[in-house]
């Protein structure tokens, strides 16, 4: 089974501009997560979905960020517009409430530099 | 989600077995513990996770405390792969929010 699947893994943008995020989630798994990592920071939360609802909604990143589940397979991630101290690691992960372990499946990520 | 505490940085060398401690003085009685690790340039990876009794899968061993306020993950033989920051985090399974709320975690350096 092909894992969590994010695109593009790199993107360098300039202030102000727009950029969408790509998530592909495991084929069956009905939670899919955003996550943003800094060195700082960690892992923090951006946004939840189940069943392509939206369940959680970081508060600190309503204003710039907006998640979306199209469909099922599919969820993008629009930062606008970005800034600088919006360089970090965004994480995709999904998960499954069958089988009972909950575990979450991380994409590799996709490295933002906001210049 | 309670809060659990884990040392900073801890170092192996390759073939001992390591100790992986976390702190979890304030757990309720619906949370489980979970076990984490990510390399770098990776998203974090599932390793293991527990209620009460002790776990053991391919890749560790759990130990829980028997008044849950504490855990062990248990590495038997670590290689050079197995260096990595390694998060403990506490989570309520059933019932709904399935978010994760990651700490900083232990960076485990493993020497050759």
């Known amino acids: 089974d092909a894992g969590v699947t994010q695109t593009p893994r790199h993107e360098v943008a300039e202030k102000g501009q727009t950029i969408i995020l790509k998530c592909e989630p495991v084929?069956?798994?009905?939670?899919l997560f955003w996550y943003r990592q800094t060195k700082i920071q960690g892992l923090e939360l951006l946004s939840y979905?189940?069943?392509?609802?939206?369940?959680?909604d970081g508060g600190a990143f309503k204003d710039r960020f907006k998640a979306e589940m199209l469909n099922s397979s599919f969820s993008t991630l629009k930062i606008q517009p970005t800034e600088p101290k919006d360089s970090a690691v965004y994480l995709c992960?999904?998960?499954?409430?069958?089988?009972?372990?909950?575990?979450?499946?991380f994409g590799p990520g996709t490295r933002l530099t906001v210049l | 989600d309670a809060k659990t505490t884990q040392p900073d940085s801890m170092e192996s060398t390759e073939g001992e077995t390591v100790h992986l401690p976390c702190s979890h003085a304030?757990?309720?009685?619906?949370?489980?513990i979970y076990w984490y690790r990510q390399v770098p340039l990776q998203g974090p990876e599932y390793v293991t996770h527990?209620?009460?009794q002790n776990t053991t899968n391919s890749m560790a061993f759990l130990a829980i405390a028997s008044d849950r306020k504490s855990s062990t993950l248990i590495l038997p033989h670590v290689s050079l792969r197995d260096a990595a920051v390694y998060h403990c985090?506490?989570?309520?399974?059933?019932?709904?929010?399935?978010?994760?709320?990651f700490g900083q975690g232990t960076v485990l350096s493993v020497i050759p």
């Open positions: 992960a999904s998960s499954s409430p069958l089988g009972g372990s909950y575990e979450q499946y």
């Open positions: 084929s069956g798994h009905n939670d």
């Open positions: 979905f189940r069943s392509k609802s939206l369940m959680e």
């Open positions: 304030t757990i309720s009685g619906n949370e489980y």
């Open positions: 527990g209620l009460q």
């Open positions: 985090i506490l989570r309520v399974v059933a019932g709904g929010n399935n978010k994760l709320t």
